[in-house]
């Protein structure tokens, strides 16, 4: 059976196996740079795919692969090497704990001067931030959303600095005070996460640009992925990440004629701040459930909101403790010479962008359904609808039998 096949056709095998497996190999990596390269990839399997099909003979087929190999390996030669971090000036916000905490001892000890922002300079965060890192590092208190506290910072780090520029801003502070239906959740809390997340993020930035313009510097903001993706019970940190998406990629385009680069961060779930802290979410349960009009506990039910809690605290003690990948996004944004607009960092970020941009409406929603909080519980009013339903459908069912039966 097998010598119907002509050695061609084994070739052509091969060729169209080495292109799948790259491909496959890209989607795997789940990375940043996966999407391009992985559509290149596909494409170029289909040219593949069609030049067979016209009868090209194998050989000319083999030629133009490997011609267009030898361009591909002359044109990207190997990454230019990074800058060096000695006398570069960068300001972190939120550096109590979390990727700030630790972005802040990194950069320090790679050799940068760090400015480093807390809401208390008599925490955990901070002592440790004294205690473990050189006489460079400047903790400064700073609430992002009090502009008189945020103009301190400023000048504090102007005297530092003297004449010299800011290379980079770390846009790292940032808040999710909310889990539940959009309904369920607070005025409260939409208000919040959009007071810190976004317009907390907006004043540092517009206050620190002329330092990096002076330095043509950087801007690397932390986002995520829950601005570019509708995840369920998160519209008031999703809405809030949004606007903060959108006006760093405006103010991308509005810096390049000044020579500041602007990079976007997009973590996949890690364990910081809160995550971990049980009474946290029993505070914030608790408090949902006491602002919640009757009509809408009675709706909804305690126990749809209390499954909600549950799944939330599942999810949260499951997140990635190693934030190395975060860090290593930071670092590369701030001394790689051609920075990326997106880092794309831990496993299986870049597969779900992939999927959100590539795959038709009905899978994407089918995965982000499956990928975050899995419920089980319908809201109490529907439950007695369908019950409802049944119950009728049941009786009709009866009553048609019946009339049979006559």
Request: net charge positive.
């Amino acid at each position: 059976m097998m010598d119907d096949y002509t050695l061609p056709f084994w070739i052509y095998l091969g060729v169209l196996t080495v292109f799948v497996g790259g491909a496959m190999k890209k989607i795997l990596a789940s990375h940043l740079s996966a999407a391009p390269p992985l559509v290149a990839w596909l494409g170029a399997t289909v040219l593949a795919e069609r030049l067979w099909a016209l009868c090209l003979p194998a050989v000319l087929l083999l030629a133009l692969l490997g011609l267009a190999c030898c361009l591909y390996s002359a044109a990207r030669t190997g990454p230019p090497p990074a800058l060096p971090a000695h006398g570069k000036a960068v300001f972190i916000t939120g550096c109590d704990s979390g990727f700030g905490n630790a972005a802040a001892k990194h950069l320090d000890a790679l050799g940068f001067q760090v400015f480093a922002t807390v809401l208390d300079l008599s925490g955990d965060g901070a002592r440790e931030l004294q205690r473990t890192c050189s006489p460079r590092l400047t903790l400064l208190q700073v609430d992002i959303t009090q502009p008189q506290q945020v103009q301190q910072a400023l000048l504090d780090t102007k005297a530092k600095l003297g004449l010299k520029g800011l290379w980079g801003l770390v846009n790292n502070a940032g808040v999710c005070v909310n889990f539940g239906d959009s309904e369920l959740s607070l005025m409260s809390n939409f208000r919040g996460c959009m007071e810190v997340n976004f317009f907390g993020t907006l004043s540092i930035t517009k206050s620190f640009l002329p330092l990096l313009r002076q330095a043509k510097g950087r801007i690397v903001t932390i986002s995520s992925p829950a601005g570019d993706q509708p995840f369920p019970c998160l519209a008031a940190y999703g809405a809030s990440k949004a606007a903060l998406n959108l006006f760093i990629n405006t103010l991308r385009h509005e810096l390049e004629p000044w020579g500041v680069r602007v990079s976007t961060i997009l973590p996949s779930s890690y364990k910081t701040g809160q995550s971990s802290n049980h009474n946290y979410w029993e505070q914030q349960h608790k408090q949902l459930l006491q602002s919640l009009s009757p009509s809408l506990l009675e709706d909804y039910g305690e126990d749809y909101v209390t499954e909600t809690k549950e799944l939330f605290q599942t999810y949260a003690s499951q997140a990635n403790t190693d934030l190395s990948p975060v860090i290593d996004a930071i670092v590369q944004a701030l001394l790689s010479p051609q920075p990326h607009v997106r880092y794309f960092a831990g496993p299986g970020v870049g597969l779900m962008y992939f999927i959100h941009n590539y795959c038709p409406f009905s899978i994407s929603n089918r995965f982000l359904q499956k990928l975050f909080l899995k419920k089980k519980l319908m809201p109490r009013a529907l439950r007695k609808q369908s019950g409802f339903d049944l119950n009728l459908s049941l009786h009709n069912n009866n009553n048609n039998n019946e009339e049979k039966l006559k």
